[in-house]
């Protein structure tokens, strides 16, 4: 049973990846390969302009969303543990 989760997790994470990786040919994000090599090397790069530090995107909110359940779910699993090792 132990390995199951770690078999199904390796399964969906490889098929996330297979996805991406399609998503990423159709799209054209491999087609200028010659450009691409010289990319790190630029200084040239437009600075992202400066928001408010007060407020909180979208994304930040998202995250922190993530990360709440996360906990939740982490915290449901030791008090089951806990629960059936007595």
């Known amino acids: 049973?132990?390995?199951l989760s770690w078999i199904v997790l390796v399964v969906i994470s490889l098929?996330?990846?297979v996805v991406g990786f399609i998503w990423?040919?159709?799209s054209g994000q491999f087609s200028d390969q010659s450009r691409a090599r010289y990319l790190p090397l630029r200084d040239d790069f437009p600075l992202?302009?400066?928001k408010n530090p007060a407020k909180f995107s979208a994304e930040v909110y998202f995250l922190l969303a993530v990360l709440g359940i996360g906990c939740c779910i982490l915290l449901v699993v030791l008090i089951m543990t806990f629960v059936h090792s007595k």
């Open 15 to 17: 098929w996330v990846s």
């Open 1 to 3: 049973m132990y390995y």
């Open 48 to 50: 992202p302009p400066v």
């Open 24 to 26: 990423a040919l159709k």
